[in-house]
């Protein structure tokens, strides 16, 4: 069963800058699709960005031009590296797995949510300040 651990998150101030990672164990996760998500206090859980086992990436709007998804497969490891950080960016940060292969072959990145993804991690905490 795979165990999915997420770090890097803490205190930025505006236009600052994090890099989130989220290192899997116990199951390669190399071929299959990989996202982040994030939740702030009182909302729903939303996409962030997601890459496919080929490197593929795909953003959904708060991240353009903000954000870059990466893995390294070498290390099992997603990254997030967060630039020009706002306060609108201040949640929980999750990362997440389909290790069916659910996004990739029945769903596209641009189309995933949280729904298609099967394993999570526990998340880490963002908090930008103004």
């Known amino acids: 069963q795979v165990r999915l651990v997420e770090s890097g998150g803490g205190l930025a101030q505006t236009g600052g800058s994090l890099t989130l990672s989220c290192t899997a164990s116990?199951?390669?996760?190399?071929?299959?699709?990989m996202g982040w998500f994030r939740q702030a206090p009182g909302k729903e859980r939303e996409g962030v960005a997601f890459?496919?086992?080929?490197?593929?990436?795909s953003y959904r709007e708060l991240a353009k031009g903000r954000f870059t998804i990466s893995r390294d497969n070498s290390k099992n490891t997603l990254y997030l590296q967060m630039d020009n950080l706002k306060p609108e960016d201040t949640a929980v940060y999750y990362c997440?797995?389909?290790?069916?292969?659910?996004?990739?072959?029945?769903?596209?990145?641009?189309?995933?949510?949280?729904?298609?993804?099967?394993?999570w991690g526990q998340g880490t905490e963002v908090t930008v300040s103004s």
């Open positions: 116990g199951y390669p996760t190399r071929s299959y699709a």
């Open positions: 997440a797995a389909s290790l069916t292969g659910r996004v990739g072959m029945v769903v596209g990145l641009e189309e995933a949510s949280a729904s298609d993804f099967g394993s």
């Open positions: 890459i496919n086992s080929d490197g593929r990436t």
